[in-house]
């Protein structure tokens, strides 16, 4: 259990870099495994997820090294990763699950992978399926889709043509990684568009694809070449920030070096529609990066729905913090994702935010929160699930007098294990 911080009357101010991108870094390890030569990755995200995908390719006979500043992997492409004789464990890591067996879809040996107790309880066929078109074996016992995941690949696996049942770029990258490796022209038409980092990459190792709206063809198999990545800082951990200095008055702060590629900025259109002070400077188009101004605003409630959601998905246990702060009602609709992310993060929304004073209605696939209410202190729980954690650390600074005390801490080092005391240093309470 641990005593959340406090805000005081000055607010939050300076400048502030949050660490880099959970999606990138996951993937530069991937993509530098499974190309041919070097690839040296800069600003790599050293938090609990991203070192499970860096640990599992050593595991798999990945050259990695790693310098005070850098990682340079030494890839000889996907017929020369090596099966362990024992499981692959990704922890609580979502994205290393699934991207993982599409780029061992490949392979002809059994693989088990496993993980901690919310991963054992995520669904896995969004991936299985399609990945069974193409040529993978699934052991019986895993019809349930529930990891521990037994399965064996090919080494000619088909390509596929494929409607997308749900919006998901975990599901999306894991077909792509199989498509490099299959013979043949894939097709995959996405539900909603969703982040695009796998298909940026593959242009980025000098890989070919064509993406036409929501349909995206790759033509395998392909060789790629390593290459130097630069990991922008996350605009998901960056949104705990923003969601801090939107909401404690005085608050004026600058956040540095955000990645800001369109499928991942919905949190700042939501923000300007809410009539928050947000604005983007020193933009770089070819990293697609920038700087962030925040300050403290009066927000207003929004209807939030259809295709932006796949843009903020990440953000809306924050967001629903944002609108208990608004003017009116915010409505999260077309959102039931979330009911099967880290944990149900509908329901942990709904039951911590409201413990704390809030006055949320949960809906199948979103959230009705009414705004302006003021908040409590109490003692909370995170699921293990890092942005709740995080969320309900910011809404710890809007109780005034009263504690917060948040139950599993710990699973904030998922993504950010140095979230406590970067807020700390923008409060000005850091005295170290
Ligand atoms: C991610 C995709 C999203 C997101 C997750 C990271 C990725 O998951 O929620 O945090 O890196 O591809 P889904 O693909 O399940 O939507």
């Known amino acids: 259990m641990k005593e959340l911080l406090k805000s005081q009357n000055t607010g939050l101010s300076g400048v502030i870099e949050v660490p880099g991108d959970k999606s990138i870094s996951h993937r530069s390890i991937m993509f530098g495994a499974i190309a041919h030569g070097e690839t040296r990755i800069k600003n790599f995200l050293h938090a609990d997820d991203c070192l499970r995908t860096l640990q599992i390719f050593r595991e798999l006979g990945v050259d990695i090294q790693e310098t005070a500043d850098e990682i340079i992997i030494n890839g000889y492409g996907f017929e020369n990763l090596n099966i362990p004789n024992h499981a692959l464990d990704v922890g609580n890591s979502g994205t290393t699950i699934r991207?993982?067996?599409?780029?061992?879809?490949?392979?002809?040996?059994?693989?088990?992978?496993?993980?901690?107790?919310?991963?054992?309880?995520?669904?896995?066929?969004?991936?299985?399926?399609?990945?069974?078109?193409?040529?993978?074996?699934?052991?019986?016992?895993?019809?349930?889709?529930?990891?521990?995941?037994?399965?064996?690949?090919?080494?000619?696996?088909?390509?596929?043509?494929?409607?997308?049942?749900?919006?998901?770029?975990?599901?999306?990258?894991?077909?792509?990684?199989?498509?490099l490796q299959a013979t043949g022209t894939s097709r995959i038409v996405e539900k909603e568009l969703t982040r695009d980092h796998t298909e940026q990459m593959i242009q980025q190792f000098g890989g070919n694809v064509i993406v036409q709206g929501k349909e995206i063809t790759l033509t395998g198999p392909q060789k790629l070449s390593g290459t130097e990545i630069v990991v922008p800082g996350d605009i998901s951990s960056a949104a705990f920030f923003i969601a801090a200095a939107l909401l404690v008055p005085n608050s004026k702060i600058t956040i540095k070096n955000?990645?800001?590629?369109?499928?991942?900025?919905?949190?700042?259109?939501?923000?300007?529609?809410?009539?928050?002070?947000?604005?983007?400077?020193?933009?770089?188009?070819?990293?697609?990066?920038?700087?962030?101004?925040?300050?403290?605003?009066?927000?207003?409630?929004?209807?939030?729905?259809?295709?932006?959601?796949?843009?903020?998905?990440?953000?809306?246990?924050?967001?629903?913090?944002?609108?208990?702060?608004?003017?009116?009602?915010?409505?999260?609709?077309?959102?039931?994702?979330?009911?099967?992310?880290?944990?149900?993060?509908?329901?942990?929304?709904?039951?911590?935010?409201?413990?704390?004073?809030?006055?949320?209605?949960?809906?199948?696939?979103?959230?009705?929160?009414?705004?302006?209410?003021?908040?409590?202190?109490?003692?909370?729980?995170?699921?293990?699930?890092?942005?709740?954690?995080?969320?309900?650390?910011?809404?710890?600074?809007?109780?005034?007098?009263e504690t917060v005390n948040l139950e599993n801490p710990e699973a904030i080092s998922v993504s950010y294990p140095q979230f406590f005391a970067d807020l700390a240093t923008l409060l000005g309470q850091n005295n170290e």
């Open 99 to 179: 991207l993982l067996m599409g780029i061992l879809a490949g392979q002809k040996n059994i693989v088990t992978l496993t993980g901690d107790d919310s991963i054992q309880n995520r669904p896995m066929n969004r991936v299985i399926t399609p990945l069974q078109e193409m040529g993978l074996i699934l052991a019986k016992e895993n019809e349930n889709g529930l990891p521990p995941i037994t399965f064996r690949g090919t080494s000619q696996l088909k390509p596929i043509s494929y409607k997308m049942p749900v919006a998901s770029a975990q599901v999306k990258s894991a077909l792509l990684f199989a498509a």
């Open 258 to 401: 955000v990645g800001l590629t369109n499928s991942r900025t919905g949190l700042i259109d939501v923000v300007k529609k809410m009539g928050g002070k947000i604005s983007i400077t020193d933009f770089d188009p070819v990293n697609q990066s920038g700087n962030l101004i925040v300050e403290h605003s009066q927000l207003k409630g929004i209807t939030i729905e259809g295709e932006i959601i796949p843009r903020l998905i990440d953000e809306i246990p924050i967001i629903a913090l944002l609108a208990t702060q608004a003017q009116g009602q915010t409505i999260i609709r077309d959102a039931e994702e979330l009911r099967v992310k880290e944990t149900d993060r509908i329901e942990a929304v709904n039951l911590e935010l409201t413990k704390l004073g809030a006055q949320i209605t949960p809906l199948v696939d979103g959230l009705m929160i009414e705004g302006q209410t003021k908040l409590n202190g109490g003692i909370v729980k995170s699921y293990h699930d890092h942005r709740m954690g995080m969320m309900l650390q910011i809404a710890a600074l809007l109780v005034g007098k």
